[in-house]
């Protein structure tokens, strides 16, 4: 889910910078440094919406560097566990499939695809129902559930389902009901 | 972090870090980031190119999965879940995936049957009812089938 965070962040800045325009020079310098950027704790951050507070700056001994905490107001993407959310399927194998939400990469393990899917091997792979009622391959859009996040410093995995109520195939009439 | 192991969105367990933070649903970000992105229009002929690709992906997200378009309809979306006494996240959670019935709703929120909540099924019914009729009466052209569902539950 998307999420609109205060967060904080110790900017070092050159003394080259320290004048009028160091406040600008502070904003540019955040953007640069963390849009785009993810943590395993707040997620990705997708765009800063402004500066809350700058607080005093600390010399650093030696260098001439200055120290300023900034707090700042960012949207973010961040997963959770339990967490149900609609994606889209990026790539279709037998051992399941992916699917992107947002910035986020989520597996579906064919374990986690409910029994009566089975894995068709054409062109384009696909998992289908018996019936060939309800498809799942490149683009198609599923409702899934987040069950586990695995983390790292520069990304966010997830393994989610497929196999429980209301879940799966949108764009299909017959999965909403 | 302690909170990390105990995460779970659906007991509303999303860890101290997310407590204040306010949640927004796809339609507020597909606003944000529009609003962003004209901005970087000024200073530049092609922004999204410099954008990182969080942004552009995010920004692909919320625009095909955003129920409602204009932002009238998604402040009338906020304002109606929120006569209801839910927290942010199942607010958002019910904004994104419109389910059209109370069981859906239950399944994609198990907190609203949570502990005296003085949610009852009637309850719940109503609300799916007052966003449905936004949901169809939201007169922008993208994703007619979504639009095809809200007339059909009418």
Known sequence: ?177 | MSGEEEENAAELKLGEDFVKAKCLMNGEVSLILDRRLEQLQQLSEDPLNQMPQVFEKSLQYVKRFSRYNNPDAVRQVREILSRHQLAEFELVVLGNLCPETVEEAIAMVPSLKDKGRGLDDEAIEKMLTDLALIKSSSSSGHLLKKLGFGLASL
């Not at chain 1, 955040?30 to 950027?37: A, F, M, N, Q, Y």
């Not at chain 1, 959770?80 to 889209?88: D, N, Y």
């Not at chain 1, 064919?110 to 009622?133: C, K, R, V």
């Open chain 1, 1 to 177: 889910m998307f999420f609109h965070i205060i967060l904080e962040r110790n900017m070092q800045l050159h003394p080259r910078h320290f004048g009028a325009r160091l406040r600008e020079k502070l904003v540019s310098k955040l953007i640069k440094d963390v849009e785009g950027t993810c943590s395993g704790r707040h997620g990705f951050v997708v765009a800063i919406m402004g500066i809350e507070h700058v607080g005093k700056g600390l010399i650093r001994d030696g260098t001439g560097f200055v120290t300023f905490p900034v707090k700042y107001k960012c949207v973010v993407f961040r997963p959770f566990k339990g967490e149900i959310l609609e994606a889209v399927v990026t790539m279709v194998n037998k051992m399941g499939f992916f699917a992107e939400a947002g910035p986020v990469q989520i597996f579906v393990s064919n374990h986690l695809i409910p029994d009566d899917m089975e894995f068709q091997s054409a062109d384009t792979p696909n998992y289908t129902t018996s019936d060939g009622s309800v498809k799942i391959q490149k683009d198609t859009e599923v409702r899934l559930k987040i069950i586990g996040t695995r983390v790292d410093a520069t990304e966010i995995f997830c393994i989610g389902t497929i196999k429980d109520d209301f879940l799966g195939v949108i764009s299909d009439p017959s999965a909403a009901v």
